[in-house]
């Protein structure tokens, strides 16, 4: 079995992922970062806690750090809900939290298992960051890394241009895509260009709801129901775009991403732009490609997967 590490800020379409990854029998979580970014770390660590137990998961789940490396934290209970996960109701988690930094769980683990662990970020890159200040060799560690992140030929989610996971830590990933350059395999980052083309419309919400009597199950309801009733706010229709699965599963099953390698870096410096993940195709910079930019995908066979994958891990 691949041995990932999961790093997060769960969040509603986090805990689809962590849901997934967990009904895959190909993958061994090794450990589970919980990152602030949607909610607080309080509140992430919370939801995993209860998730990793309701899923069976031994792994250590670990409080990371509790803001972004310069800025200040900003959280997004209007997507997301007052705990992270919309309508549900939590039971009392009967898991508790590693004593490890988030930071330290990542450097352990990647020494724990040289060159085979698969590396997914799923919220803002803030601890990862951190874990490459302890172990600058940490990318060539990993066997791969992947990341939910950025908006390339896109708009933004958050700013104009920039998408949540980015700006919510602009330095941290730019520090990540920096450090990451000397990886012997190019992180993989699946931005908004894919990710929304992940729309949950009615049928996958009944869908969800018909996935049967496990107790994640009506979390993972509630939680979409208010994901939906924001998107419709938002201006979206009575939808959700389900972002983080998609990268869960390119970065365990290698399909339902096409990506293209190009240089990426983070504007950190814009009074307009900061957050904003800008590629460099035309090779202006001079700079050899350190990203393969995910740039299409297969949305309804992904979705297909995801359901299927959930149907047949939440009753086996
Ligand atoms: C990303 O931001 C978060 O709100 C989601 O969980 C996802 O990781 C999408 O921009
Ligand atoms: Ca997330």
């Known amino acids: 079995r691949t041995p990932l590490l999961l790093d997060c800020d769960t969040g509603i379409d986090d805990a689809f992922a962590l849901t997934y990854l967990a009904c895959r029998p190909e993958v061994e979580i090794v ?48 997507t997301h809900g007052p705990t992270g996960l919309g309508h549900a109701q939590l039971p009392e988690p009967t898991r508790t939290a590693d004593p490890r930094t988030g930071a330290q769980l ?53 700013g104009a241009t920039s998408e949540w996971n980015v700006a919510v830590d602009p330095e941290a ?33 009944d869908a969800v709801q018909a996935l049967g009597d496990h107790p994640v199950v009506g979390i993972l309801a509630d939680a979409l129901r208010f994901y939906f009733e924001f998107h419709q706010a938002d201006g979206f229709g009575w939808s959700a775009h389900v972002h983080d699965p998609l990268v869960a599963a390119h970065a365990v099953t290698g399909r339902f991403l096409q990506t293209t390698a190009l240089p990426v870096d983070v504007e950190l410096a814009g009074t307009l732009t900061r957050g904003q993940t800008v590629a460099d195709p035309l090779g202006r910079w001079g700079r050899e490609p350190n990203v393969d930019v995910a740039t299409s995908a297969n949305a309804p066979a992904f979705i297909a997967h995801l359901l299927e994958t959930l149907r047949q891990g939440l009753h086996g």
């Open 31 to 78: 450990g589970i970062v919980s990152t602030a970014g949607n909610v607080p770390t309080a509140a992430v660590l919370h939801n995993n806690l209860v998730l990793a137990g309701l899923l069976g998961i031994d792994a250590p789940v670990a409080r990371g750090a509790q803001v972004p490396l310069v800025q200040e934290l900003m959280t997004a209970e209007d």
């Open 106 to 158: 990542w450097v352990e683990a990647a020494r724990a298992h040289p060159g085979e662990l698969v590396g997914l970020v799923l919220g803002p890159h803030t601890n990862l960051a951190l874990a490459l200040e302890m172990e600058p060799k940490l990318p060539r560690l990993l066997k791969r890394l992947h990341v939910m992140g950025g908006a390339i030929n896109h708009r933004g989610n958050t």
């Open 173 to 205: 990933a730019q520090r990540v895509l920096a450090a990451f350059s000397t990886a012997p395999t190019r992180p993989v980052m699946g931005g908004l260009d894919t990710t929304e083309a992940v729309r949950f419309r009615q049928p996958e919400l």
